[in-house]
């Protein structure tokens, strides 16, 4: 059985005042301020670095977030490099990081696209088949109208 180690101090405040931060700024990009997300994510990614490593899950997850965020406002070579950071630390995360390296995928494919990388795009999107997301994970009628329609790629 494993057993997980929770500590106080440092790295749980740090921890918390990050999460504290990314919350912050997703209500930010929420409301359209996706400039104002982005210093956030920016403050939390640093706190997460100098708390849990560059290298730690929480990193990857605010590498994803600045990422998306810095797709948005168009800086397409700086979400880049963020989602790629987030892929690569996510892919090394074990058997439950598929999912989040699938997602971090997909952003980074979005980006390839955004660029005009259309072949780059696919390459990310296929390299594991069997861990990818739809595109349209992340809209509100996901579940209830298009999750229907997303199918498993099948290898024949």
Same mark, same amino acid.
């Given at each position: 059985?494993?057993?997980?180690s929770?500590?106080s101090?440092?790295?749980v405040?740090g921890?918390?005042?990050a999460?504290?931060l990314n919350?912050?700024?997703?209500?930010r990009s929420?409301?359209?301020?996706h400039?104002?997300a982005?210093?956030?994510?920016?403050?939390?990614l640093e706190?997460? @670095?100098?708390?849990?490593?560059?290298?730690?899950?929480?990193?990857?997850l605010?590498?994803n977030a600045?990422?998306?965020t810095?797709?948005?406002?168009g800086k397409?070579?700086?979400a880049?490099e963020s989602?790629?950071r987030a892929?690569?630390?996510?892919?090394?995360?074990?058997?439950?990081?598929?999912?989040?390296?699938?997602?971090s995928k997909?952003?980074l494919?979005?980006?390839?696209?955004a660029?005009?990388?259309?072949?780059?795009a696919?390459? @990310?999107?296929?390299?594991?088949?069997?861990q990818?997301?739809?595109?349209?994970y992340?809209?509100?009628d996901?579940?209830?109208?298009h999750?229907k329609?997303?199918k498993?790629?099948?290898?024949q």
């Open positions: 059985m494993n057993f997980h929770y500590t101090g440092p790295v405040g921890v918390s005042q999460s504290y919350n912050q700024a997703l209500a929420r409301a359209g301020d400039a104002g982005e210093v956030l994510h920016k403050q939390a706190i997460k @670095i100098n708390s849990t490593g560059p290298n730690s899950i929480q990193a990857a605010s590498y600045l990422g998306e810095q797709l948005k406002l397409f070579d700086e880049e989602l790629s892929v690569e630390i996510r892919e090394n995360g074990g058997p439950g990081a598929a999912f989040d390296a699938a997602v997909e952003n494919a979005q980006v390839y696209e660029k005009g990388l259309w072949e780059q696919r390459q @990310i999107r296929t390299k594991v088949p069997n990818m997301v739809c595109s349209n992340n809209t509100a996901w579940r209830s109208r999750k329609y997303c498993a790629i099948d290898d």
